[in-house]
């Protein structure tokens, strides 16, 4: 039958599949019933004539509870080109998809990862559709993955058409595929289905039939063989579930056998005629054949192929569903979990969906199911369906409650809150009270919670910890001291939890207790938390999540070098993981860090990666974080009007979350703009608020961490005597902690306030070890020059200003490089214009793929650290060498020499 008043949507997915290699996708979203199928099928025909392969999945509602389900149905017809890919990406991909018993769960970044790079090889030899149908129904396993992939594809030749009903969800909604909504069709449009489908109606049917589909294809097809009952249905009646009544109303006057089996494939989670067969041959009592289906497809319910069985459409199936009685589905339930005893996974679903009651058999047997499933979503599901089943009240708690953890540790808010809420109407245990009291602390670090919060989760530790469940304190103890560098909770809060963390019955050394001293008190604990991070600085590389630990508590003290040291070991090991909730975290402290210490050309390529895979994942504040490290890193770089737009968007999300660190970065992104155009006043504003304990952008520890930049605003706008008080507050911190950062910014303010002993100052200075630290010594040579040359020490100054012009032009610090070359000018010697390093010609993106191509990694290489396909990679490549001048990979070694290993 010929689509009636869709040309342009044709035309769209016509030009989408026949088009250049760049495609990308489309989500078309509708009501059900309004063609959305239809237009998938002509896609598909489409995309034959052009000789595009086609690759489908569809969600079903019966699947939602099998990870990767989807996802399986979707790349098994690849499933014998799986040993091409990486081993570790085979291993992960072989493993959610059932093929290889595997060893960890591996996440679902990985195995996307994994998926995208099978795609895009078999794209390689001949362009792809991806097909994904009623996505709404689709596991979320394989939904993450279909949109990991759909954020990728822009370069591929591959197509991907995704289908989604009115008033659902999925995470394919985020991904960057244009929307085609679908809306009913015209009055002229409706009235040729209608006469197309069903030719000789009665004008007075016809009419009413009309008006009851409102423009509808399926129910203009369908409605119309059910017209006898038109009368029967309440007006009112949504018109879904007019169209359920109607599929419904067919399945009535069939045989009761076949009423049977049609309930018993309604409610199988496979399209296996077999398996079908098989248990409606139970509830019979006698071998049922496929033909028991003859009077269904007579009805047009159902289509069969050589061994399945599938319903025209998914109302159909609900129809069925809903209006067998319970006792009746239980029956079909237990059938087929008795033809299932080899698959012991959906013979647990199966049994508990026959289930009304407690069952604790059934509930330890979901139990299992959780132990083995190969995605949190699916561990979740079994664990909460198996406290349903629980026969005691306790179990039913412990359930929940490790399902809420689960639903924490991949980022699902909503479920997690539910999740707790129900395990605290129940009757608990002390444990149970402290897991739940703690569990949703997780999210956003407790970044919008009322700092109060903190007092209360140290003394939630102590407790914990004096019940003998010291690690589960420490993993308390460790949400707490987040909070203390997202908000300010105050002296008497941070004290407390330094107490709890001294009671624990953990080692010094141990990477948590440094990394909690660390957040909790960066001054008072900050030369026992230095020497730990020297002493273990040495031992990288083994455990990605401690490095990241390390490199965050490195950074509260002000060890930017060992900051950027610690995150940097920690990339690699949680990329090769596909643990991209952790990534960013690791890449924002190494940009963040790598900025300070004036290494622009690491820090650009790692703060735009770690801002995209915040975003990605769904973290605010790590996503306005990086922003604002980005706003800093265009400061630096003298491109004021980026910074400003940066610095907008981050503080937007600082102020909206409260987040200090945030507000902090942008202070100093907007004040290092200020600066760099002379804007003194403006800049010591910008500076100065940060150690205002009522502005929202102050914060303890990173105040201190800018004295240089507010030095040097504070003597250009002639503000001294502001500078000082400001420093007298900083006294006890620097009496306390060796911090390499507080100390650099102290040594310099006090160099530039100095009137009779100035030049002891600025020697002992830079006498310090600056060997990590180009930007402060670039800093001190400038300023240096520039107190020699007003000294009228002209010759003496020039050193120092060529010294300092030189380092600013290596690291990128244009604004820093015009004021060295401005002093070098008024001391009589002039400077080369500086050239456009290579690295200036380049996104951050860009450079990321640059950097990696000229250490001599292979596309495919590129793509897995990247997390991108290998011909995105090369299309990144042939953009690349244009704008640097060259042809090879060679080219490009001798010009970003692999002086770092920033991108590991």
Same mark, same amino acid.
């Given at each position: 039958?010929?689509?009636?008043?869709?040309?342009?949507?044709?035309?769209?997915?016509?030009?989408? *599949?026949?088009?250049?290699?760049?495609?990308?996708?489309?989500?078309?979203?509708?009501?059900?019933?309004?063609?959305?199928?239809?237009?998938?099928?002509?896609? *598909?025909?489409?995309?034959?004539?052009?000789?595009?392969?086609?690759?489908?999945?569809?969600?079903?509602?019966?699947?939602?509870?099998?990870?990767?389900?989807?996802?399986?149905?979707?790349?098994?017809?690849?499933?014998?080109?799986?040993?091409?890919?990486?081993?570790?990406?085979?291993?992960?991909?072989?493993?959610?998809?059932?093929?290889?018993?595997?060893?960890?769960?591996?996440?679902?970044?990985?195995?996307?990862?994994?998926?995208?790079?099978?795609?895009?090889?078999?794209?390689?030899?001949?362009?792809?559709?991806?097909?994904?149908?009623? *996505?709404?129904?689709?596991?979320?396993?394989?939904?993450?993955?279909?949109?990991?992939?759909?954020?990728?594809?822009?370069?591929?030749?591959?197509?991907?058409?995704?289908t989604l009903r009115d008033g659902a969800g999925t995470p394919l909604a985020d991904a960057g595929l244009s929307p085609m909504r679908l809306e009913p069709l015209s009055d002229d449009d409706a009235a040729a289905l209608l006469d197309s489908a069903a030719p000789r109606l009665p004008a007075q049917f016809r009419q009413r039939l009309l008006a009851e589909a409102r423009g509808n294809p399926l129910a203009l097809t369908e409605?119309?063989?059910?017209?006898?009952?038109?009368?029967?249905?309440?007006?009112?009646?949504?018109?879904?579930?007019?169209?359920?009544?109607?599929?419904?109303?067919?399945?009535?006057?069939?045989?009761?056998?076949?009423?049977?089996?049609?309930?018993?494939a309604a409610l199988d989670d496979s399209d296996s005629l077999t398996e079908v067969l098989s248990a409606a041959s139970l509830l019979l009592g006698s071998r049922a054949e496929a033909e028991i289906f003859t009077p269904a497809l007579e009805h047009r319910l159902l289509v069969l192929g050589r061994?399945?069985?599938?319903?025209? !459409?998914?109302?159909?199936?609900?129809?069925?569903?809903?209006?067998?009685?319970?006792?009746?589905?239980?029956?079909?339930?237990?059938?087929?979990?008795?033809?299932?005893?080899?698959?012991?996974?959906?013979?647990?679903?199966?049994?508990?969906?026959a289930t009304s009651?407690?069952?604790?058999?059934?509930?330890?047997?979901?139990?299992?199911?959780?132990?083995?499933?190969?995605?949190?979503?699916?561990?979740?599901?079994?664990?909460?369906?198996?406290?349903?089943?629980?026969?005691?009240?306790?179990?039913?708690?412990?359930?929940?409650?490790r399902a809420a953890e689960l639903a924490v540790d991949s980022g699902r808010r909503d479920t997690a809150e539910r999740l707790v809420l129900a395990a605290r109407a129940?009757?608990?245990?002390?444990? !149970?009270d402290a897991t739940a009291a703690w569990l949703l602390s997780g999210f956003d670090d407790g970044v919008r919670e009322n700092p109060s919060r903190i007092g209360e989760l140290a003394e939630l530790a102590a407790s914990v910890a004096a019940d003998g469940h010291p690690d589960a304190a420490m993993r308390i103890l460790w949400g707490a001291a987040m909070r203390c560098f997202w908000s300010e909770p105050g002296a008497d809060a941070r004290r407390a939890l330094l107490a709890v963390a001294d009671e624990l019955p953990v080692a010094d050394d141990d990477p948590r207790l440094v990394a909690v001293s660390a957040y909790v008190a960066p001054f008072e604990r900050g030369e026992r938390v230095l020497d730990q991070l020297r002493l273990l600085a040495s031992d990288t590389g083994r455990n990605a999540e401690v490095d990241r630990f390390l490199g965050s508590a490195a950074l509260q003290v002000g060890a930017f070098d060992l900051a950027a040291h610690f995150s940097a070991a920690a990339a690699p090991g949680?990329?090769?993981?596909?643990?991209?909730?952790?990534?960013?975290?690791?890449?924002?402290?190494?940009?963040?860090?790598?900025?300070?210490?004036?290494?622009?050309?690491?820090?650009a390529p790692t703060a735009t990666e770690a801002a995209d895979f915040a975003r990605e994942t769904g973290q605010p504040f790590m996503h306005g974080l990086a922003t604002a490290v980005q706003a800093e890193i265009a400061a630096l770089r003298g491109d004021y009007a980026q910074a400003s737009a940066l610095a907008g968007a981050a503080e937007r999300i600082g102020l909206a979350s409260g987040a200090r660190p945030v507000l902090a970065t942008v202070q100093l992104a907007r004040g290092l703009a200020a600066l760099g155009a002379g804007r003194y006043d403006d800049a010591f504003a910008d500076l100065r608020r940060m150690h205002d304990p009522r502005d929202p952008s102050y914060s303890p520890a990173l105040r201190a961490y800018f004295l240089a930049e507010l030095t040097d605003a504070a003597i250009r706008a002639g503000q001294a005597d502001a500078l000082r008080e400001l420093l007298r507050d900083m006294e006890s911190a620097v009496a306390s902690?060796?911090?390499?950062?507080?100390?650099?910014?102290?040594?310099?303010?006090?160099?530039?306030?100095?009137?009779?002993?100035?030049?002891?100052?600025?020697?002992?200075?830079?006498?310090?070890?600056?060997?990590?630290?180009?930007?402060?010594?670039?800093?001190?040579?400038?300023?240096?020059?520039?107190?020699?040359?007003?000294?009228r020490r002209v010759v003496e100054s020039r050193t120092h200003l060529r010294t300092a012009r030189e380092i600013f032009d290596a690291i990128g610090s244009t604004a820093w490089s015009e004021r060295a070359r401005l002093e070098l000018r008024g001391a009589g010697e002039s400077s080369p214009n500086?050239?456009?390093?290579?690295?200036?010609?380049?996104?951050?993106?860009?450079?990321?793929?640059?950097?990696?191509?000229?250490?001599?990694?292979?596309?495919?290489?590129?793509?897995?650290?990247?997390?991108?396909?290998?011909?995105?990679?090369?299309?990144?490549? !042939?953009r690349i060498f244009p704008k640097l001048g060259v042809s090879s990979r060679t080219d490009l070694a001798a010009l970003l020499p692999a002086d770092d290993d920033t991108i590991a």
């Amino acid at each position: 039958m010929p689509l009636f008043g869709r040309d342009t949507e044709l035309k769209d997915l016509g030009a989408l *599949v026949d088009g250049s290699e760049d495609r990308g996708g489309i989500l078309i979203r509708g009501e059900a019933g309004i063609g959305k199928s239809a237009l998938v099928d002509e896609a *598909v025909a489409a995309a034959a004539i052009a000789g595009v392969r086609v690759l489908r999945t569809a969600g079903v509602e019966a699947e939602q509870n099998y990870p990767y389900a989807g996802l399986h149905r979707l790349l098994y017809p690849l499933r014998k080109e799986l040993d091409r890919l990486p081993a570790r990406q085979y291993a992960a991909l072989a493993t959610a998809l059932g093929l290889s018993d595997g060893g960890d769960t591996p996440t679902a970044y990985l195995v996307g990862l994994a998926a995208l790079t099978l795609l895009a090889e078999a794209a390689d030899e001949r362009p792809l559709l991806i097909v994904a149908e009623d *996505v709404h129904w689709l596991d979320p396993a394989s939904a993450e993955v279909l949109a990991f992939v759909a954020r990728r594809v822009d370069s591929e030749p591959i197509v991907l058409i995704a289908t989604l009903r009115d008033g659902a969800g999925t995470p394919l909604a985020d991904a960057g595929l244009s929307p085609m909504r679908l809306e009913p069709l015209s009055d002229d449009d409706a009235a040729a289905l209608l006469d197309s489908a069903a030719p000789r109606l009665p004008a007075q049917f016809r009419q009413r039939l009309l008006a009851e589909a409102r423009g509808n294809p399926l129910a203009l097809t369908e409605l119309h063989t059910a017209v006898s009952d038109l009368d029967e249905l309440p007006a009112e009646l949504p018109l879904t579930e007019r169209l359920e009544r109607a599929f419904s109303a067919r399945g009535t006057t069939l045989p009761a056998p076949t009423g049977t089996a049609l309930l018993v494939a309604a409610l199988d989670d496979s399209d296996s005629l077999t398996e079908v067969l098989s248990a409606a041959s139970l509830l019979l009592g006698s071998r049922a054949e496929a033909e028991i289906f003859t009077p269904a497809l007579e009805h047009r319910l159902l289509v069969l192929g050589r061994d399945t069985v599938t319903f025209r !459409h998914p109302l159909i199936r609900s129809a069925l569903t809903t209006t067998a009685t319970f006792e009746e589905r239980a029956r079909a339930h237990r059938a087929l979990a008795d033809v299932l005893a080899g698959h012991p996974v959906r013979r647990a679903w199966q049994r508990a969906a026959a289930t009304s009651g407690p069952d604790e058999e059934a509930a330890r047997e979901l139990e299992d199911v959780a132990e083995r499933a190969r995605h949190q979503g699916g561990a979740i599901a079994a664990l909460e369906r198996a406290a349903d089943l629980s026969d005691d009240p306790g179990r039913r708690a412990d359930r929940l409650l490790r399902a809420a953890e689960l639903a924490v540790d991949s980022g699902r808010r909503d479920t997690a809150e539910r999740l707790v809420l129900a395990a605290r109407a129940l009757p608990t245990t002390p444990r !149970h009270d402290a897991t739940a009291a703690w569990l949703l602390s997780g999210f956003d670090d407790g970044v919008r919670e009322n700092p109060s919060r903190i007092g209360e989760l140290a003394e939630l530790a102590a407790s914990v910890a004096a019940d003998g469940h010291p690690d589960a304190a420490m993993r308390i103890l460790w949400g707490a001291a987040m909070r203390c560098f997202w908000s300010e909770p105050g002296a008497d809060a941070r004290r407390a939890l330094l107490a709890v963390a001294d009671e624990l019955p953990v080692a010094d050394d141990d990477p948590r207790l440094v990394a909690v001293s660390a957040y909790v008190a960066p001054f008072e604990r900050g030369e026992r938390v230095l020497d730990q991070l020297r002493l273990l600085a040495s031992d990288t590389g083994r455990n990605a999540e401690v490095d990241r630990f390390l490199g965050s508590a490195a950074l509260q003290v002000g060890a930017f070098d060992l900051a950027a040291h610690f995150s940097a070991a920690a990339a690699p090991g949680l990329r090769a993981a596909g643990q991209l909730g952790l990534l960013p975290r690791a890449l924002t402290v190494q940009a963040w860090s790598l900025a300070r210490l004036g290494d622009l050309a690491a820090a650009a390529p790692t703060a735009t990666e770690a801002a995209d895979f915040a975003r990605e994942t769904g973290q605010p504040f790590m996503h306005g974080l990086a922003t604002a490290v980005q706003a800093e890193i265009a400061a630096l770089r003298g491109d004021y009007a980026q910074a400003s737009a940066l610095a907008g968007a981050a503080e937007r999300i600082g102020l909206a979350s409260g987040a200090r660190p945030v507000l902090a970065t942008v202070q100093l992104a907007r004040g290092l703009a200020a600066l760099g155009a002379g804007r003194y006043d403006d800049a010591f504003a910008d500076l100065r608020r940060m150690h205002d304990p009522r502005d929202p952008s102050y914060s303890p520890a990173l105040r201190a961490y800018f004295l240089a930049e507010l030095t040097d605003a504070a003597i250009r706008a002639g503000q001294a005597d502001a500078l000082r008080e400001l420093l007298r507050d900083m006294e006890s911190a620097v009496a306390s902690t060796p911090s390499p950062a507080l100390h650099i910014g102290w040594r310099y303010a006090h160099a530039l306030l100095a009137t009779d002993a100035a030049e002891a100052h600025f020697t002992g200075a830079l006498a310090a070890d600056l060997t990590a630290w180009p930007a402060e010594r670039g800093r001190l040579h400038l300023s240096y020059g520039e107190w020699l040359r007003r000294q009228r020490r002209v010759v003496e100054s020039r050193t120092h200003l060529r010294t300092a012009r030189e380092i600013f032009d290596a690291i990128g610090s244009t604004a820093w490089s015009e004021r060295a070359r401005l002093e070098l000018r008024g001391a009589g010697e002039s400077s080369p214009n500086r050239d456009p390093d290579a690295r200036d010609r380049l996104t951050p993106h860009e450079l990321s793929i640059a950097r990696l191509a000229a250490r001599g990694l292979t596309n495919r290489e590129i793509g897995q650290r990247l997390y991108l396909s290998h011909r995105t990679v090369s299309t990144h490549l !042939h953009r690349i060498f244009p704008k640097l001048g060259v042809s090879s990979r060679t080219d490009l070694a001798a010009l970003l020499p692999a002086d770092d290993d920033t991108i590991a």
